[in-house]
């Protein structure tokens, strides 16, 4: 114990006798961990805001589909409860939020244009906060109630048909026995959304309404229910399996669409890639400050060894000063990054750039996320492979012999 | 007293002419299509569809029985020969012998051009859907030429599956609709369908020739001429199936 208190203090002193080439050291540190901590921040960040505008346009963390939906949402592939024994369930089951929706291709036509779009039928009072519209932020206003006349479209849609609020639209479909199903529909209200693709996609009506258009009766194409927490919600889908398990399929977000789902796992693989190729770039100058460091000092090595320093010690000193050296640099460019975080945790707006950033389904505003595991594991990185990495010179300054040492000149 | 009853005997007078001129609206035009349509027809008709850099023409021959059943099938060009479509109640199916395939429309589709023309499958599935989901009312009554014609608006029902703000339809009293003009929701004109030329044929006085155009694009229009047509005539039901569609027993 007493002989690591010496040690740390020759380790010290020496990091500062050549304080020129260690600051430079610490310099490159300090901007390598900025850069490892920083940059996953904003990966994070943009991958969270990606996996949460996905999942928002399909809204539920848990969804029951008929099993055959996913290959051809039709109206042909229903659920087949009826709604409202769905709702006694699923009520009484405390979840924080769930809704049922009927969900069809349509065909939207004004005086000017028709496009295809999804009507999702809707109870406005179950979808508050699950689906991304804002009602709050609706140019006229939401649905307000399940059998609703009026229909809800997007901004974007709206400049395409030429039309507006109060004006009427007409909704084409096709109900189960393949009749065209079509009904006139006011509009009353136009949403915004972050990415602009759903204003084009979604056309939302009431539940009841949409139901009585397609003469489907009481049943619904969708089922979905909201978790605590998107990257956890195993205890909901349990509970959901549970609840329905008559001919339907119960799948987690992650199965409805791999590609999110996916990329959050990629994710975590990645951001340990980028610590690590950060790091091999750092370790070059390390290892390099390292040698010199002892190259220097082989007199005084060697004479350390005659008066009888064991050589595990000088290889202690060595790893030590290299030790020291890493952990100041990285406390120094954690603090950088998180300080770097702060004036920007709200988002970044990136509106110059927002087409693109929408052709790879990104909203324009990415908000960085620093996670402290990110942190810690940046660190704990750094460290473990420092230590490696200073091996190789501080082997070498234990393996003088001191008389060649000493001698050397 | 007295002038409170007389009032009253008015506004009641007034409310009971309202009331029966939104009949004879109604039944204007129900006259109007039905004398278009007849009891069951059987016309052939030239269809041209211009536009400012090129003009094709087709000829065609059309029944129709009852409200809901037609069928069109083309004669000329040759190389559209044989193209028919077959429209019963809502549903509308069409079939091309180079396929030889019958397909139906799907509701997709319906708002989409017919054979390339301005009249979208819609116009031509559903024509009779004027009548009873638009409320109709007379604008005004005018002479021209020895002849009475009315001027009726129609506004659909706020559930009907129709786009426009209002029609406006002119029909004389011999139910021939001379013009009918199409209207957005801002009340701007946006296409019409014009009788260019009134005669007589088939025993009864029609539209010879009628023209779509829209107002956006006036140099873009088609044109739809009748050259014979035979009314009231016996047409057996087997006209107006998938089978006769796809292989024609005439």
Not at chain 1, 129 to 146: M, N, P, Q
Not at chain 1, 163 to 174: A, F, N, P, W, Y
Not at chain 1, 248 to 268: A, K, P, Y
Not at chain 1, 392 to 409: D, G, N
Request: zero cysteines.
């Amino acid at each position: 114990m007493h002989m690591l208190a010496v040690l740390s203090r020759l380790a010290w002193r020496n990091l500062w006798r050549n304080h020129r080439r260690t600051l430079i050291m610490l310099l490159a540190i300090i901007l390598g961990t900025w850069a490892m901590i920083f940059m996953t921040a904003l990966m994070r960040g943009m991958v969270s805001q990606m996996v949460a505008d996905g999942i928002s346009s399909l809204p539920g963390h848990v969804q029951v589909h008929h099993p055959d939906f996913r290959d051809d949402p039709s109206v042909a592939n229903l659920i087949n409860v009826p709604d409202s024994e769905i709702a006694e369930r699923f009520n009484a089951a405390n979840f924080r939020q769930w809704a049922s929706r009927v969900r069809v291709p349509a065909v939207i036509t004004s005086e000017y244009d028709s496009r295809g779009v999804t009507l999702v039928g809707v109870d406005p009072a179950l979808e508050d906060g699950l689906t991304f519209v804002d009602y709050r932020e609706v140019e006229g206003r939401f649905l307000e109630s399940a059998d609703d006349k009026g229909v809800v479209i997007g901004r974007k849609l709206a400049d395409i048909l030429n039309t507006e609020v109060g004006k009427r639209i007409v909704l084409m479909s096709q109900d189960p026995d393949n009749e065209i199903a079509d009904r006139g529909f006011r509009v009353v209200g136009l949403f915004t959304a972050s990415v602009k693709a759903f204003e084009e996609q979604f056309v939302f009506a009431g539940k009841t309404t949409t139901q009585n258009m397609l003469r489907i009766g009481d049943q619904v194409s969708e089922i979905a229910v909201l978790g605590d927490d998107y990257r956890d919600v195993e205890a909901e889908f349990q509970k959901t399996l549970e609840l329905i398990n008559d001919g339907v399929t119960v799948q987690r977000w992650t199965e409805v669409d791999r590609f999110l789902g996916t990329m959050l796992g990629v994710m975590d693989g990645f951001v340990l890639v980028w610590i690590v190729v950060i790091f091999l770039a750092l370790s070059f100058g390390l290892v390099n400050t390292l040698v010199m460091a002892v190259f220097e000092r082989v007199r005084e090595i060697g004479l350390m060894l005659a008066l009888g320093m064991r050589p595990k010690d000088i290889l202690g000193q060595i790893i030590l000063e290299s030790l020291l050296l890493l952990a100041i640099g990285l406390a120094l460019g954690s603090a950088l990054a998180w300080a770097t975080v702060q004036p920007i945790r709200d988002g970044i707006d990136l509106s110059m750039v927002s087409e693109g950033m929408e052709m790879m389904g990104v909203s324009s505003v990415l908000v960085p996320e620093l996670l402290l595991s990110d942190v810690v594991l940046a660190n704990v990185v750094v460290l473990i492979l420092g230590f490696f990495a200073s091996l190789s010179p501080a082997w070498r300054a234990a393996q003088y012999e001191p008389i060649e040492a000493i001698t050397k000149v | 007293m007295n002038k409170q009853l007389l009032l009253t005997a008015v506004t009641m007078l007034l409310a009971g002419t309202a009331q029966a001129q939104e009949r004879d609206a109604t039944s204007i035009v129900r006259d109007a299509v039905n004398h278009w349509r007849g009891l069951s027809s059987d016309a052939v008709m030239t269809m041209v569809i211009h536009r400012p850099d090129w003009e094709r023409t087709m000829t065609m021959r059309a029944w129709t029985k009852g409200d809901d059943r037609s069928l069109v099938r083309v004669l000329e060009p040759t190389k559209d020969r044989g193209n028919g479509t077959l429209t019963d109640d809502n549903s509308m199916w069409s079939f091309s012998p180079k396929v030889n395939r019958v397909i139906k429309i799907p509701s997709s589709m319906m708002g989409q051009s017919w054979m390339g023309s301005d009249f979208s499958n819609k116009d031509v599935a559903r024509a009779d859907d004027i009548v009873d989901q638009y409320d109709h009312r007379i604008l005004g009554v005018e002479e021209a030429d020895g002849v009475t014609i009315y001027e009726i608006e129609s506004i659909p029902h706020e559930d009907a599956a129709v786009v426009w703000g209002r029609e406006v339809l002119s029909i004389r009293d011999d139910h021939v609709v001379t013009t009918h003009r199409f209207y957005d929701q801002d009340g701007e004109l946006v296409k019409t369908l014009t009788s260019l030329e009134i005669g007589e044929m088939g025993g009864r006085t029609i539209a010879l020739r009628q023209r779509m155009s829209k107002e956006e694009t006036p140099e873009e229009w088609t044109e739809i001429a009748v050259e014979s047509v035979d009314y009231d005539i016996d047409l057996p039901d087997s006209l107006f199936t998938l089978s006769n569609l796809r292989n024609p027993r005439e």
